[in-house]
């Protein structure tokens, strides 16, 4: 793979908006009309040059192409929105949406990502090496589509309602997870190494594992019976788990929620 | 300030232009015989089709339940946006675009004229706040009075000249232009969880029927010499097996004299009132035994209501209607209660080219304007939001143009349109003329002495003209594509004298006016009228009654339209 490393100058205090930070827009594009690519910043549009230093060689293919971020983009939203192919590196944190609407490729975050990690994500890989914030594979604001495909590994914690409207692929968050992950689910998997509180609130299919402590398990659950050495599809989990279904709150219920029963 | 449209080809229908070179003159706003002013500016416009500036006659773009929408849907904001430009705002939303955009959308179309169909009474402020808000068109707004307890009331008393001078001050006080009647009685009755299945059905706790309001609000309508006719949205919408309830609709106006050249009634949305069937299984189109009826009647006119087959925002004052579709789909869904008056609802809909329903659906919309004879009965609509957004009109015009492009889409959306519709043995093609009358010359018409000045380019018409880059002498119906991409993007779009699109982009942004109503009515009927107005306000309405019209100060560029009323 050949790269093309973006390193961040001086970052501004108000956001900017970089969905140009793409393998696609980026492939065929000598470094000079990199440097000139239009981001929003605030109300206004600045080159892409103007806060970070683009070093590298023209890549044609973007299948060829990792993007290095060498340094924090904490930032900076949108990295690899709607991306489909090649690979994008971070070496320090991002802000809200990156991987957003992605349908394939590979986007790797070293630091912590804010809020909306791979919303409405279609196919491909996004993994975050800290922590997330809220909404970790949600769907946007108002839509009840979620996340429909591809795997988010969060290695640290995340917030609240992650995998919100979920209606397919696989979450993975390795650490904690804050109250009402599973949100209104519909398919797919979400595993929680850590503790979850309020898990699956609404959800209709789909599986979620937690394999920490849960509080407050919702009215809504049913418990069904127990399972050693879970297996879900390609994925196996070790040890005695308590099987839920719920949330009967809802219609037609097919959502299953897996517990770890402690030892 | 004046302006020649020079050697353009003319479809004027009003005054028989079939494509004819003519050069528009246009003086202070107006089109005139001959120009006094030397330094006109002069736009070559030659082999390009030039019409007068397009009429909307009924898109839901203002109104309590438009802002309603934006507020439930924030998803729908991603799928359009325009970003600000040194001339124009920003703005973002494919079924419920932001105001400013949606002035902007339609004057690129080559609009000039766009009329909302659903001003709650109550609400009537914020609807002309928001129709301030949209440029480039003129505009106008049609009070609800469908859940109307003051006029259930005169109605029931059979007394139709007081129920005619509450009208009238209601118009006066909302500055409405025309009565619109939603699913008439049935959005009261909603109020106890209950609707009106016929229009023999009784409206609970007021012992009348839907029959007596749209007979009464008719004798009303034309009592008063309104320029519309009442504009009326019938009972059982969107229900399986409702082409009944349309055709017994139709019989209403029997007999009743027009007070202009034009129809009593205005049936709208024709697409969702001719349904077939008991079970969506077998589902059906009825729309050629619905427009067999309006073909054979000369008071009624109706509007499509195509759908587009995207996805969209449904919206409307028949509250229990809403309220059904949303237990069809489970999506999200609003219900809003206008007290004493009406009852709104909003859900999002996908019309989708996979479902039968939806593939029917489009089929219908597209038998009703293949199917009515006389151009001039019928207007183009989406009843936007509802079967689609409004800027899909040129696919529609389109679709009616090239039998070629129908056969397409056919052979893409579900096999139930084989069928269950009639469709596909149409082979009608609609020339450009029928096109003009059926966006301009038919909507202006059906608002009586406004076509006068709109929907035509005789001399005394306002200077309303759009021009497409389409030569209509080396022109081939069968490329559809190109077609819709013209009509998209008018090469010039003329308002009030004014160039404000050129190529597809807004070059000037211009503020249209507002019409409405003032139907005088003698003193002493409006005295005894507002004794029991000021009473119910007092007893039942939340808010006072001062605080309760539209001073004329809200509107923009206000243009009274005084009628010749017959209680005056």
């Known amino acids: ?263 | 300030m004046s302006l020649i449209l020079k050697n353009g080809i003319v479809y004027d229908p009003r005054n028989g232009m079939k494509g004819e070179k003519k050069d528009i003159f246009i003086e202070n706003g107006k089109v005139v015989e001959k120009l006094r002013d030397r330094k006109a500016q002069v736009i070559d416009v030659s082999n390009k089709l030039v019409m007068p500036g397009g009429v909307e006659i009924h898109s839901h773009i203002a109104g309590g339940k438009v802002n309603v929408g934006r507020m439930l849907r924030p998803e729908d904001r991603l799928k359009l946006i325009m970003p600000r430009t040194p001339l124009t705002r920003s703005g973002a939303g494919f079924a419920n675009p932001t105001a400013f955009m949606t002035g902007y959308l339609y004057s690129k179309m080559g609009y000039t004229t766009t009329f909302t169909p659903a001003m709650p009474p109550l609400m009537a402020k914020h609807t002309h706040e928001e129709l301030h808000d949209i440029p480039m068109t003129d505009k106008g707004a049609y009070a609800l009075t469908d859940g109307n307890w003051f006029i259930y009331k005169y109605l029931k008393e059979g007394d139709i000249d007081k129920c005619a001078a509450y009208v009238a001050w209601l118009l006066k006080a909302t500055r409405g232009l025309a009565i619109k009647v939603v699913n008439p009685g049935g959005t009261e009755a909603w109020g106890w969880g209950k609707n009106c299945t016929s229009l023999d059905d009784p409206v609970p706790n007021f012992d009348i029927t839907p029959r007596e309001i749209i007979r009464g609000l008719m004798e009303v309508n034309e009592r008063l010499g309104l320029p519309h006719s009442i504009h009326l949205h019938t009972t059982n919408l969107g229900r399986l097996g409702n082409y009944v309830t349309t055709l017994e609709t139709l019989k209403i106006p029997n007999g009743t004299k027009a007070a202009f050249d034009r129809q009593v009634m205005h049936l709208t949305h024709l697409q969702f009132h001719c349904f077939g069937g008991d079970t969506w299984k077998n589902f059906e189109s009825k729309a050629d035994e619905v427009v067999k009826e309006v073909n054979k009647r000369e008071n009624v006119a109706i509007d499509s209501g195509n759908v587009t087959l995207d996805e969209t925002t449904t919206m409307t004052a028949d509250g229990p209607m809403e309220y059904y579709l949303q237990s069809l789909s489970h999506l999200k869904w609003v219900n809003k209660n206008v007290e004493m008056e009406t009852a709104p609802g909003v859900t999002p809909f996908i019309y989708s080219n996979k479902m039968s329903s939806s593939s029917i659906q489009w089929a219908i919309g597209l038998e009703v304007e293949l199917l009515v004879k006389d151009p001039w009965k019928i207007m183009l609509t989406t009843d936007h939001p509802n079967g689609g957004p409004f800027f899909r009109y040129p696919r529609i015009i389109a679709w009616l143009m090239s039998r070629k492009y129908r056969e397409k889409t056919m052979a893409e959306v579900h096999k139930a349109v084989q069928d269950h519709t009639i469709l596909p043995t149409l082979d009608r093609e609609y020339t450009l003329d029928e096109i003009a009358t059926i966006t301009r010359a038919a909507p202006a018409r059906a608002f009586g002495p406004l076509a006068e000045t709109k929907g035509h380019l005789g001399v005394g018409a306002d200077g309303d003209v759009s021009v497409y880059d389409i030569d209509p002498r080396a022109f081939n119906p069968n490329d559809y594509l190109e077609i819709e991409e013209r009509f998209s993007k008018a090469a010039y779009t003329v308002k009030g004298g004014e160039v404000v699109v050129k190529d597809g982009e807004i070059v000037k942004v211009v503020q249209g006016r507002t019409l409405w109503s003032s139907p005088p009515v003698n003193e002493a009927l409006a005295r005894e009228v507002m004794k029991d107005i000021e009473y119910s306000f007092k007893r039942y309405y939340s808010v006072n009654l001062a605080n309760y019209p539209v001073a004329e100060g809200y509107l923009s560029g206000s243009t009274p339209i005084v009628t010749k009323s017959k209680i005056a």
């Not at chain 1, 970089?18 to 000139?36: C, D, S, T």
């Open chain 1, 1 to 263: 793979m050949k790269e093309i490393t973006l390193r961040p100058k001086e970052q501004p205090k108000v956001r900017l908006e970089a969905e140009v930070i793409n393998p696609a827009v980026f492939a065929g594009k000598g470094l000079k009309e990199i440097e000139g690519l239009q981001i929003q910043l605030g109300n206004t549009r600045v080159r892409l040059a103007d806060f970070f230093e683009v070093s590298g060689a023209r890549v044609d293919d973007p299948k060829d192409l990792r993007i290095v971020i060498d340094g924090d983009a904490g930032h900076t939203k949108r990295i690899g929105e709607g991306m489909a192919t090649g690979e994008i590196l971070v070496r320090g944190g991002v802000d809200m949406y990156v991987g957003a609407r992605m349908t394939g490729g590979r986007i790797i975050v070293e630091g912590d990502a804010d809020s909306f990690a791979g919303q409405q994500m279609v196919g491909g890989e996004l993994v975050i090496k800290g922590n997330a914030k809220d909404y970790v594979g949600s769907s946007y604001r108002g839509d009840w589509r979620g996340m429909r495909g591809g795997t988010i590994t969060v290695e640290g914690n995340a917030g609240c309602e992650n995998g919100e409207f979920m209606m397919g692929g696989k979450i993975h968050i390795k650490g904690s997870a804050g109250p009402f992950t599973g949100l209104h689910m519909k398919k797919g998997l979400i595993v929680v190494g850590g503790n979850a509180p309020r898990v699956g609130a609404q959800m209709q299919g789909g599986s979620i594992v937690v394999a920490g402590k849960m509080e407050k398990l919702l009215p809504g659950f049913w418990l069904e019976g127990e399972e050693e050495n879970l297996k879900i599809e390609a994925d196996s989990f070790e040890g005695r788990y308590l099987r839920y279904s719920g949330d009967h709150a809802e219609g037609n219920v097919k959502g299953l929620l897996y517990l770890k029963k402690p030892i």
